[in-house]
């Protein structure tokens, strides 16, 4: 396996402003914050993404992403929250070790909006999505 920062902080050779440690999940800050209080956590096994994710470290880690985002809301009092899992480059996954961001917003704050204003998919595009998604689940059952 190639390096990967994330396996180095797990195994505590990485500085990082740790949060909360489990056997399944680390929580941490990243090096450039997006917000004050912005946690990633992120699974104590290599994941690269999420579609080698099992149920077992999701589950793990969903309950993880709840707690920290409890803990943050107490914590830094937000206006909002984004949790956000990006996979691929393309969805501007620059770290191939899953992970999940917590970030804490405000109203104004420097990260801005993150979906577009409007898009244009016509009703025929998005009754094949739909049904291509269906029958992919169907095929998984």
């Known amino acids: 396996m190639t390096e990967c920062e994330f396996c180095e902080i797990i195994d505590a050779d990485e500085p990082a402003r740790i949060v909360m ?32 994710l ?21 914590a830094m ?30 109203f104004n704050d420097d990260m801005g909006d993150i979906w577009p204003a409007e898009t244009h998919w016509s009703s025929e595009q998005k009754d094949a999505a739909q049904q291509a998604i269906k029958d992919a689940l169907r095929d998984r059952a």
């Open 54 to 74: 099992d149920a077992s470290v999701a589950s793990s880690l969903a309950v993880a992403t709840l707690s920290v985002a409890h803990a943050v809301k107490t």
């Open 21 to 52: 440690r489990s056997a399944e999940v680390v929580a941490f800050f990243p090096l450039e914050p997006a917000t004050l209080g912005h946690t990633l956590l992120i699974p104590t096994t290599h994941v690269p993404d999420i579609w080698a």
């Open 77 to 106: 009092s937000p206006d909002g929250l984004n949790i956000i899992q990006s996979n691929g480059e393309a969805a501007t996954q620059t770290v191939p070790h899953l992970h999940v961001h917590v970030v804490p917003r405000w």
